[in-house]
């Protein structure tokens, strides 16, 4: 592994169904990202860790939820998908703890809720 | 609220030079970043400007004045591999960064 993966690298999933998207770095950074893009609108937050063992909510926390256990893994789960949740997600990592460094971005995954 | 604005859609000639702009209104600032994404794919960091004037990096320039919320990436020597969307983002008062729609670039022969 060198950077950030994401997995699966698309889904289709049926309203009202529970998906965990997978983020793994192995960069040691300690802070890590969830944002969603979708078209005409920026990147939006959802969620983030400084460090692992806390998170916090970002812009948009809504009907997502994430645990950061260790440093290299930081799972995004929707309990119940939406149709509004279709997006595509995008995981991040940057060095620091939480104060301005560089982000550096998974491939992302492509979600379709149905 | 926190606004990040930047045009939509710019065209160019390939060889040519385009500027890219962004204004921005933030609670707080701690740097600017530019990032390009191609179609379909991750944003890549570009550039990072947390003090006033121009920094450059090969073809690529960002501008920044803090005091007009003002900043500008600058591409030179267009090349036809430079089409992609340019990402503007601000890192507010939390260190969270606030992100532009994007400023999609075509570039023809």
């Known amino acids: 592994i060198a950077g950030i993966t994401q997995a699966p ?7 009202g169904r529970r998906m965990t998207l997978r983020c793994t770095q192995d960069m040691r950074h300690n802070a ?20 692992a063992g806390t998170t916090g909510k970002g812009e948009v926390p809504d009907g997502y939820s994430v645990s950061r256990a260790n440093t290299d893994d930081f799972p995004l789960t929707l309990a119940s998908a939406v149709p509004s ?10 060095g620091t703890d939480g104060t301005t460094d560089t982000q550096y971005f998974g491939p ?3 979600l379709t809720v149905l | 609220g926190q606004n990040i604005d930047q045009p939509t859609e710019m065209t160019a000639t390939e060889g040519a030079i385009v500027q890219i702009n962004c204004t921005y209104q933030t609670s707080g600032f ?3 970043f530019w990032y390009q994404q191609h179609a379909g794919e991750a944003p890549t960091f570009l550039s990072y400007n947390v003090l006033d004037g121009l920094e450059e990096k090969g073809r690529f320039s960002s501008f920044l004045s803090r005091s007009k919320g003002y900043s500008y990436l600058l591409l030179k020597e267009l090349q036809m591999k430079d089409s992609a969307s340019y990402l503007c983002a601000v890192s507010d008062s939390n260190y969270q960064l606030i992100w532009g729609a994007g400023t999609k670039l075509i570039i023809k022969p």
């Open chain 1, 9 to 15: 690298t698309s889904q289709i999933l049926a309203a």
């Open chain 1, 32 to 51: 890590m990202y969830w944002y969603r893009q979708d078209l005409g609108l920026g990147l939006r937050l959802i969620h983030y860790s400084n460090t």
């Open chain 1, 85 to 94: 949740q279709t997006s595509v997600y995008f995981c991040a990592s940057s």
């Open chain 1, 108 to 110: 992302g995954t492509r």
């Open chain 2, 30 to 32: 701690n740097g600017l």
